[in-house]
């Protein structure tokens, strides 16, 4: 059974940052392109960033271009997002996905960017 538990999120100030992070379990993870999506108070999901299996290529949507970067440690079967120069447009829940879609992802984890 796929399992993806993000961890990380909270409430942060303009400018601030944070580092959420996503344990996958249930399959082999380093085989897998994996992604960030979030959700934005009653709007869709939209996603957010990309990284290759092997972690040798990511991709990142122009919202989050620059302030953002997704890593992986396969390893630890793990995901990452570094979030940083954060905006209040960035508060949502953020999601791993196996994805662009978010078809398949956690629980996630919200992220309140407020002063």
């Known amino acids: 059974e796929v399992q993806l538990v993000e961890s990380g999120g909270g409430l942060v100030q303009p400018g601030g940052s944070l580092r959420l992070s996503c344990a996958a379990s249930?399959?082999?993870?380093?085989?897998?392109?994996m992604n960030w999506v979030r959700q934005a108070p009653g709007k869709g999901l939209e996603w957010v960033s990309g990284?290759?299996?092997?972690?040798?290529?990511?991709y990142y949507s122009d919202s989050v271009k620059g302030r953002f970067t997704i890593s992986r440690d396969n390893a630890r079967n793990t995901l990452y997002l570094q979030m940083n120069a954060l905006e209040s447009d960035d508060t949502a829940v953020y999601y791993c996905?196996?994805?662009?879609?978010?078809?398949?992802r956690g629980q996630g984890t919200q992220v309140t960017v407020s002063s």
């Open positions: 996905a196996k994805d662009r879609v978010g078809a398949t």
């Open positions: 990284i290759r299996g092997d972690g040798g290529r990511t």
């Open positions: 249930g399959f082999r993870f380093s085989s897998y392109a």
